[in-house]
């Protein structure tokens, strides 16, 4: 579809109004001949005499041409006129020899020099936002990859990228994890998350469903890992029952346990300072947190790396070995499990078969161990950050707007009317104010705030012609909070998701809120995130009036959006 400029706009009006203009001025009955001649009889008005005289004249009518409106349609505009930062242009020689920039793109040095100072992560305004601001909706960056880097952030154009994206569409992956698994320790293959094409596709088959049916089966047994929490909150928060400024850690703990109990079906003892396991306990969640660091910063910088081993990497690689010695650990077990077991996947009932552990569902599948032990390393370093980092800031959205959380509470109460009634499937589905306040944090905070394809074939944006493979980067933070599609776009309102058929009111709605992806390439793990970020929210606003009385908490991009201050709530009981 062309897109016409404003001048454009502008000029068709005048030209309009102008043809509107003569032809209320010509004579009704035209004649096309050019030398024809009218007869025009005239009246002479009553009162002027009683003796009516008709008075015949004759006189030539000069020939107007009647032309019809056409719409002009506009060629497509080259690739090569997408306005860009110039300054890329001129280190695009350089970058052709030595791969310096990973696939992500934003690296604090290059950041900096393109804003010149004037932006940095830790501030509320994207980096990526400012080149938007600066060079217009579509924003070319010659970039080190095959071709060059279109970045887009409006609904229509993202809706045009999925809709023409292929059957097995190809995201970028995070480099430094590729090269932890294929370097480093000898894999097949760089993981799920990397995994392109109809390999994916064949892990998606495999694992969509059992993590489903797992997530469902699992909910009694993740709620007694919120309890865990509220416990460990009564422990550690102060006179003011206010929580230390490690909160964040904890979190991390209670997202460390659900996935344990999810994925082995075992009781770790994360949120237990007491257990026996605690020190195992937190040597892994200091892997974790190491993990998660050090893979960010080696990702967004220049790497280095790839010529030797940084500092960076040195401590990014011990701690995947510690997350990876653990998870071997459990795929060994399943193994000498299933082994020994007398029953093949074809013997076991359905019963039987639900409630097994998704490890061993997985094992079932026949998926390789090491696709496994990748895609659950996946699942540690990313999925349970991208959970603990949106809880966190939904706590937080919660604490800051009292009306909000007291209306949350009217409605948990009503569903579960005491703090011994266990939540189930059913009672979920009965809470749809608690999934707007999901909903409306994940539209202002998403865990990732970029999704990005290679394109599969050659398309038009905004009058541009972009061709196959080309990396298209969507700033989708930016495209849910655009003030065409949400009424006060940065104010914190669940009530917007609840009347979503007076909401709606354009054919691009659905691709202005898209938290988990779209299409095929969508988040495994939607659906265990939401589940446990409801139990827990539940469970807390249940128990506890949540406050918070500093400054304002933003987001920072370590990978994933994380709070860039600490999270000193307030759990004040309620009864």
Avoid at 36 to 41: K, M
Avoid at 183 to 206: I, M, T
Avoid at 511 to 540: H, I
């Amino acid at each position: 579809m062309v897109i016409f400029g404003d001048r454009f706009r502008l000029t068709k009006l005048y030209l309009l109004a102008a043809a509107s203009m003569e032809q209320s001025h010509a004579i009704p009955m035209v004649n096309t001949d050019s030398d024809a001649t009218v007869t025009s009889t005239k009246t002479l008005p009553l009162l002027e005499t009683a003796n009516s005289e008709t008075v015949t004249e004759s006189f030539k009518i000069p020939t107007f041409k009647i032309v019809s409106r056409v719409r002009i349609e506009k060629a497509p505009l080259p690739f090569e006129e997408i306005p860009g930062p110039m300054i890329l242009k001129l280190w695009e020689k350089y970058w052709r020899y030595v791969p310096l920039l990973g696939t992500q793109l934003f690296c604090s040095l290059l950041i900096s020099r393109l804003t010149q100072g004037r932006l940095s992560w830790n501030r509320n305004v994207t980096p990526i936002k400012y080149l938007f601001d600066e060079y217009g909706c579509i924003v070319r960056i010659n970039g080190p990859l095959v071709n060059d880097i279109i970045m887009i952030h409006r609904p229509e154009h993202i809706a045009e990228v999925f809709n023409r994206e292929s059957e097995s569409p190809i995201r970028s992956g995070i480099d430094i994890l590729q090269h932890y698994r294929l370097n480093h320790h000898k894999y097949r293959s760089a993981g799920a998350f990397s995994l392109q094409d109809l390999e994916w596709l064949e892990v998606k088959k495999k694992v969509d469903q059992p993590l489903h049916e797992t997530i469902s089966d699992h909910i009694e047994k993740l709620d007694s890992v919120c309890n865990e929490l509220i416990t460990r909150i009564r422990d550690i928060r102060n006179r003011q029952d206010e929580v230390p400024a490690n909160f964040h850690r904890d979190l991390t703990s209670w997202g460390m346990e659900s996935f344990y109990m999810t994925m082995f079906n075992k009781h770790f003892g994360f949120l237990d300072s007491t257990s026996k396991l605690a020190p195992e306990a937190t040597r892994i969640i200091n892997a974790l947190i190491t993990a998660h660091t050090y893979m960010s910063r080696c990702e967004t910088g220049f790497q280095v790396w790839r010529f030797f081993e940084t500092p960076f990497v040195k401590k990014l690689y011990a701690a995947c070995d510690i997350l990876d010695e653990v998870i071997g650990k459990y795929i060994r077990q399943t193994q000498n499990k299933l082994e020994t077991s007398s029953l093949s996947k074809q013997e076991k009932s359905i019963n039987e078969e639900r409630n097994l552990p998704l490890l061993e569902k997985m094992m079932l599948q026949r998926i390789h161990p090491n696709d496994i032990s990748i895609l659950l390393m996946d699942m540690i370093i990313l999925g349970v950050q991208a959970v603990v980092n949106s809880e966190a800031f939904l706590l937080y959205f919660l604490a800051k707007n009292p009306r909000i959380q007291r209306r949350l509470y009217n409605e948990i109460t009503s569903v579960l009317p005491n703090t011994e009634c266990v939540p189930t499937k059913e009672s979920l589905e009965n809470m749809p104010y608690l999934k707007a306040c999901i909903k409306e944090s994940l539209r202002l905070r998403p865990a990732f705030p970029y999704l990005t394809r290679l394109l599969s074939s050659t398309i038009s944006l905004h009058g541009y012609t972009i061709p196959k493979g080309t990396f298209v980067i969507m700033a989708s933070q930016i495209t849910s909070q655009r003030e065409e599609h949400f009424e006060d776009p940065e104010k914190y309102q669940p009530e917007r998701w609840l009347n979503q058929d007076e909401y709606i009111h354009n054919d691009y709605q659905e691709y202005s809120c898209l938290p988990f992806g779209y299409g095929v390439r969508s988040c495994l793990g939607r659906n265990m995130a939401e589940t446990e970020m409801m139990l827990l929210t539940a469970k807390l606003v249940r128990e506890f009036a949540i406050e918070y009385d500093y400054a304002e908490i933003q987001s920072r991009f370590l990978m994933v959006n994380v709070p860039n201050r600490p999270l000193r709530f307030r759990f004040v009981d309620r009864n």
